[in-house]
């Protein structure tokens, strides 16, 4: 069966609202969420024995939960407009990675298809140590 | 794979390509080990509502092609900094796409050896469809 797990809002202003709101989750970083990562992406490099491949905490597990502060759309289409990333530390094995998410801006924008919005957040990881590893942030594009 | 050192680099270089064919089961692996459920990648009606033809590949998937590419080229010495893409076509399921990068500059500073890169995701038409740029620092002999 076709579901739909969006959330949508009938206002620019509704969506104004959610401005600000942060989430926060943690992640253990265990040889499963490495192995798993990298058989999905088919990186057999040895170097991910002990230490976690750069992509994990951009592409992965970790940065996904942006979306689950639960920012309704206002658009029917909604699509990844772009993403950028910079790494501090490397994340290693049986790192505990506490990452906090925020729904940081929103701009409008005109185009020939119609209105559309591109929707930011920006999301940083810290190790158990309280140590930055990484920033990074996402932009969708809600038309 | 042979450590790459800055000193042997050349402005203008191509790095050695990456060439992936995610398949719907990749998709279902990333869903999976991402946590991104979003319907457009793995529910073929639902993707058709939206006016593709069929599921599409994660562009979060890409990126991590993107920084395999580079973490291969780095090697052990190798330090990934920065990433950045922009998502602007749609791959598909079973398509080959190739996963490329150029050195655009090297350059010393604050005492790291950096080298800036062009990279891109290539769909088999030939079209660039995830267009990016990184910033690598890698050792010197």
């Known amino acids: 069966m076709t579901t739909d797990s969006r959330k949508f809002a009938k206002t620019l202003d509704e969506v104004k609202t959610y401005l600000g709101k942060k989430r926060e989750e943690s992640m253990e970083i265990d040889g499963t969420v490495i192995r798993a990562y990298c058989e999905c992406i088919g990186d057999p490099n040895p170097m991910w024995k002990d230490t976690a491949p750069p992509g994990l905490v951009t592409t992965a597990m970790i940065s996904s939960g942006a979306m689950l502060i639960g920012v309704p759309l206002l658009y029917k289409r909604s699509v990844a407009g772009g993403a950028d990333w910079e790494f501090f530390k490397p994340i290693k094995k049986g790192d505990t990675i506490h990452t906090s998410h925020e729904f940081s801006e929103l701009q409008e924008k005109a185009s020939d298809k119609g209105p559309r919005l591109l929707m930011v957040y920006k999301s940083s990881h810290k190790n158990q140590k309280g140590e930055l590893v990484a920033i990074s942030t996402n932009t969708i594009m809600n038309y | ?141």
């Not at chain 2, 900094?81 to 996963?99: E, H």
């Open chain 2, 1 to 141: 794979m042979a450590q790459v050192y800055f000193d042997d680099v050349k402005e203008g270089q191509d790095i050695p390509t990456l060439e992936k064919t995610p398949t719907n089961r990749t998709l279902v692996q990333w869903a999976g080990a991402s946590g991104d459920f979003f319907e457009l990648h793995y529910d073929k009606e639902f993707a058709k509502t939206m006016g593709y033809p069929n599921v599409l590949v994660h562009g979060r998937l890409e990126a991590a092609y993107l920084t395999q590419l580079l973490t291969d080229w780095a090697g052990e010495k190798g330090v990934v900094k920065k990433m950045s893409v922009q998502y602007r076509g749609n791959a598909f399921p079973g398509q080959k796409l190739l996963i490329k990068g150029k050195v655009t500059k090297k350059y010393q500073k604050d005492n790291e050896n950096i080298v800036e890169l062009e990279i891109f995701v290539e769909n088999p038409e030939g079209q660039k469809i995830t267009p990016g740029s990184a910033i690598i620092a890698l050792p010197k002999k």
